[in-house]
């Protein structure tokens, strides 16, 4: 199958049949898979490799924290784009995300064109947001840069304005 993208995924599951399923059809994508069973180890794989790019993320992970807790604690650590999957559909179990930052939520039966329709729009939300803060950070510096010229060289700007 052709390549499509060049991303590293954390994929957080702990049901083994599920992480071969899933990772066989990201890497048929081109997409470079890590996986891990347990929201511990989720935080721990972000902390150390720096080339995820996203983190596909199961919320029932049994014993230890939840996909939900795990996903707070990642971006208090680092900024990335998580998707949520789950067997679930159950309100209660989708409403522990409801208060976090996320690029959605896929239902593990989705097929696998719109698992990896998610993903993408997940990738291109998360570059769009990161460009428009850029441009934030980039206005700010600049109005900081013009704040402290005038307020660091008030005699040129006198100067220039008696001279016409």
Do not use: Q, W
Request: charged share 30%; with cysteine; aromatic share 6%.
């Amino acid at each position: 199958m052709k390549k499509e993208m060049t991303k590293t995924i954390l994929l957080v599951e702990d049901d083994p049949a599920a992480v071969l399923c899933i990772k066989n059809m990201l890497k048929n994508h081109g997409i470079e898979v890590i996986s891990v069973e347990t929201g511990e180890k989720a935080i721990e794989s972000v902390t150390n490799f720096h080339d995820i790019n996203l983190i596909l993320m199961d919320i029932e992970l049994g014993d230890g924290i939840n996909g939900a807790e795990a996903a707070e604690a990642i971006l208090k650590i680092r900024e990335l784009p998580i998707i949520f999957i789950s067997s679930h559909d159950d309100p209660e179990i989708i409403e522990k995300t409801d208060k976090i930052t996320s690029y959605g939520f896929i239902s593990k039966a989705s097929g696998e064109a719109v698992i990896i329709a998610g993903i993408k729009m997940a990738f291109r939300l998360f570059e769009s947001r990161m460009l428009e803060r850029n441009k934030e950070k980039a206005l700010r510096a600049e109005k900081d840069f013009n704040r402290n010229l005038v307020h660091l060289s008030p005699a040129f700007f006198v100067a220039i304005g008696s001279d016409g």
